[in-house]
């Protein structure tokens, strides 16, 4: 047991916890906001979306993709935002349309950044490795917590107020418009930074899971998104555990670990009713 522990003192699995705890403390945060809306398949689409962000990033040959993945899929959500809102299509089919229209273009442009002799790996965009987390990336992470964390404590009641109600909040003077765009991109930000965690293929369970098990224990919004941002950051550090002693891979253990998590919730409230 000691052993498993022994890695913690390795500046590179420091830098990987630390960023893997606070992404999946902030998508299950964000997760709670999106799920409440009927958007839970936002996630799994944004991530398509970065893929192709990051590949654009690689193939203009910046050293860090994120820096246009961000931007990009973040404009990719306000788009889908935009699209729901005002109708015309139906937002889960804009959806489709747009993401893979964005993930065909990343597969091009992957295979151009190629030709350039940049060197990467596409398996780990699929499937993540937070293990390749640089002090550059942390830095962004970090960044992105105070940006989202400032975002929500600044409109916390007015989030809540849509959330359960959107018509009567925007009768109310609400700008729900403007409140589910800056959501939406801020969610876009998180995800493409979440990709070296989880992958494109795992990444939208960081979202759901989390605040579905939240929803299953806490009594209030506020409730809810607590327990959501301590599973998320329990799933974390236990997969983290789980992977270096069963040798699995990281993104893949931390999912596994969440279902757990979400099993032990519903077992939990069924016992509590």
Known sequence: MLDSFSYLGIPLFQRALLAGSVLAALLALL???VTARGLAYLGDGLS???FGGIALGMFVGVSSPLVVAIPFTALAA????AMRRKGGLRSDVAMAILFAVCFAAGIVLLRKAKRTEQTFDPE???FGNILLVGSDDLWIVLGLAAVTLGFVVFAWTRLA?????E?????SGIEVGWLESALLALLAAVVVAAIRLAGVVLVSAFLVIPAAAGRLIGRSLTGVVGWAMLMGVVGVLLGFLVAHRLEWPEGAAIVLLLAAIFAAAAGFRRLRA
């Open 48 to 50: 398509h979306a970065a």
């Open 31 to 33: 997760g709670v906001l």
């Open 161 to 165: 107020y849509a959330t359960f109600d």
């Open 124 to 126: 780990q965009l699929l």
């Open 78 to 81: 306000m788009a889908i935002g």
């Open 167 to 171: 018509e009567l909040a925007r009768l």
